[in-house]
């Protein structure tokens, strides 16, 4: 009696324990019990898994080329005393992977899927992002375990070879991982806390806030059973970085749309994907034409100027910019951009409290860096000063802080660049050939290097140049590539010319050309001079500012009033005269007195880098020449030779 008792006390447990599994999960399958190997780890314990693959069309005959859908899983589970927050692993993937799907997880720089990660890829978890202890939860898996369930495209391992990856390891700072443990389809490792790492103790309940070029903040205001609304923050925290006319676009992961927005707009103005969607069936009593966009990945841009006090789009502080902005050390009012979304969820999200951001942020300007962006991170609650006016603070429900840096990947070409040219050289040293990238190269040279101009040439479009470059070269004798080589592609390029060079001092000219249609407010352009920094005097026509902790950093920006770059225009016969660029130009003055030992012409007097509106342009690898070809060789003989000559003439006198 008493065994029949505890085997049905047993199963009544086993049965409880499985309902609240079901409950708690948000997902149908219940996690799978963790290998045997966890049981020794006290830290944070991960597996890969390869489960299946299935040969992909098109069938061909070379192994290394044949493609392979496989399916595996990915676990990250804490066994030890201390929670996880914003876990995020590295799967060193080695086949040429493209995954397209990672189901509990996102993809730590925000990509889309499909994405190829052959060179391995960070994850980091969605929507369960922080793990806790099994000792805060009696044990529950669906808090302290996360599984990943991944598919994808694999090639060159023919069965019966595994397609496993490199390694996998935990990338949360304070965690020292060993070799993984392989097996023939798996690999698990158990990473360990780092004695010697000095833990932060946490006086608040969330991560705290991270720094980077530009910071974003999703702050949700009011919270209703099925909406919330939420503002959204972004920082321009770089010092040389900058955003014009930025696009801002995300992925809602759990069937969310945008009702309504204030202080800024989505470009698709669409409520189809919601009629005929899940939330159609949902809010059946809804008008979705005054919806204001339903798309998964909206793109959502700035308001313009005069949009700031219209009272149902705007009112928003730091709103309508025109998506504008600048770093703070040129006006930090304008380095802030804000607005507001009113978000509607989907069952079983109905209630105040579930309350998830989107992911996958990416960002995006006109002739601007590319920033890459982590997925978002609970923070504690952002506070606001009271509406009221009262000297009180209100604070979010709830606060996801997002950051993003600038990056520059290796394959990526400049979009703008810049040419030099002296007073000593009757030639221009172009920008380099396909410095913005090369489309169609098929009638030009992509890899011939550009060939020196006229300086009149400079005005003129590229296509405009041809004739001129040519008879510049037999004029001077120089070589003549065939094909000819490409242009620079670039919508921006700057002029920099050695003006004058005397013993005390020298000056340059530096000159800004705007190739591109749209007008560019509130430009400013950086230049980094490695000996002659100190030595900088004056800009006559713009505003000039040192930056000392920026590697002898001169930024120029325009005048109050002439800050616009205007674009480019039709000549005054569009028919047979070539287009006008946007220019403007300044002369600025070095001294000597702080420089000793300078040569300017050895390319002390050029800048070592030049950026335009925080992107860095590209610059080229030589400086002029004196117009006799050689800026160093001397005529010994005809030194000697005037010498002797003035000797005898003196001789003669006497």
């Known amino acids: 009696m008493k065994r029949a008792f505890g085997m049905l006390t047993f199963v009544f447990f086993f049965l409880s324990f499985g309902v609240r599994l079901s409950k708690n999960q948000d997902y149908d399958e219940i996690p799978a019990a963790p290998p045997r190997a966890v049981e020794n780890c006290d830290g944070i314990f991960l597996s890969y898994d390869f489960l299946s693959r299935t040969k992909e069309f098109p069938h061909v005959k070379n192994a290394t080329a044949q493609s392979w859908a496989f399916n595996s899983t990915a676990m990250v589970l804490n066994t030890g005393k201390f929670e996880l927050k914003a876990w995020k692993i590295f799967i060193g993937f080695q086949h040429e992977e493209i995954l397209v799907n990672a189901g509990g997880a996102v993809l730590t720089d925000g990509d889309d899927f499909p994405a190829a990660v052959g060179n391995g890829s960070y994850f980091s978890g969605s929507p369960q992002a922080d793990l806790k202890t099994s000792i805060d939860t009696a044990g529950d898996l669906t808090q302290i375990q996360v599984k990943i369930q991944l598919s994808g495209t694999q090639f060159g391992v ?45 006086k608040t309940k969330f991560l705290p806030r991270q720094n980077g070029d530009l910071t974003i903040s999703y702050d949700v205001l009011q919270a209703y059973g099925n909406n919330y609304i939420a503002q959204v923050t972004m920082e321009n925290k770089n010092t040389l970085g900058r955003l014009d006319h930025w696009n801002l676009t995300w992925e809602w992961m759990r069937g969310e749309f945008i009702s309504t927005m204030k202080g800024a707009y989505t470009h698709k103005i669409d409520y189809t994907d919601c009629i005929y969607g ?78 998830y951001p989107p992911e996958k942020w990416k960002i995006v300007g006109t002739l601007n860096p590319d920033y890459k962006c982590g997925p978002p991170i609970r923070v504690d609650a952002t506070e606001f000063p009271d509406a009221s006016g009262l000297s009180a603070i209100t604070t979010a429900i709830a606060t996801w802080q997002i950051v993003c840096n600038i990056t520059r990947p290796a394959k990526r070409t400049s979009r703008c660049c810049v040419s030099f040219s002296a007073y000593y050289s009757n030639s221009v040293i172009p920008c380099n050939t396909c410095a913005c990238g090369c489309g169609d190269n098929k009638r030009c040279n992509a890899d011939a290097p550009s060939m020196l101009l006229p300086p009149e040439a400079l005005l003129l479009p590229f296509e405009n140049r041809t004739q001129k470059a040519l008879a510049w070269a037999k004029i001077n004798h120089y070589d003549i590539p065939k094909p000819l080589p490409c242009g620079d592609n670039c919508g921006v390029s700057i002029n920099w010319h050695v003006n004058t060079d005397y013993m005390s001092g020298w000056t340059a000219r530096i000159t800004l050309f705007n190739w591109e249609k749209m007008n560019f407010e509130n430009w400013f352009t950086a230049i980094q001079m490695k000996k002659a920094y100190r030595g900088y005097e004056k800009v006559y026509s713009f505003n000039g500012t040192l930056i000392p902790e920026l590697n002898h950093t001169i930024i120029f920006q325009g005048l109050p009033g002439l800050n616009f770059l205007m674009g480019e225009t039709n000549g005054s016969d569009p028919i ?7 220019k403007q130009q300044s002369v600025i003055s070095f001294t000597k007195t702080q420089t000793p030992g300078i040569t300017i012409a050895k390319g002390d007097g ?3 880098r030049v950026f335009f509106n925080g992107e860095e342009c590209s610059i080229p690898t030589k400086f002029p020449m004196m117009s006799n070809g050689n800026q160093y060789h001397v005529n010994m003989v005809d030194v000697i030779f005037v010498i002797i000559m003035t000797l005898l003439l003196l001789e003669n006198l006497n």
């Open 576 to 582: 047979k005269d070539p287009r006008v660029p946007g």
């Open 278 to 355: 899940l939330p159609g069936e949902i809010y059946t009593n809804m008008d979705f034409s005054k919806v204001m966009n339903c798309e998964r990945k909206p793109v959502i841009s700035d308001l313009p100027h005069e949009k700031a006090n219209d009272t149902i789009v705007g009112r928003i502080p730091y709103c309508c910019r025109n998506g504008s902005l600048l770093p703070t050390i040129l006006d930090p009012s304008k380095s802030k951009s804000v607005f507001q979304v009113q978000v509607y969820k989907i069952p079983p999200d109905v209630n105040r409290t579930a309350l």
């Open 606 to 608: 050029f800048p070592s």
């Open 158 to 202: 023919k069965p019966p070879g595994i397609p496993m990856p490199k390694t996998i390891r935990l990338v949360n700072d304070g965690y020292k991982c060993p070799a993984p443990t392989r097996r023939k389809t798996s690999m698990y490792v158990c990473c360990a806390r780092n004695p010697k790492f000095k833990v932060k103790v946490l």
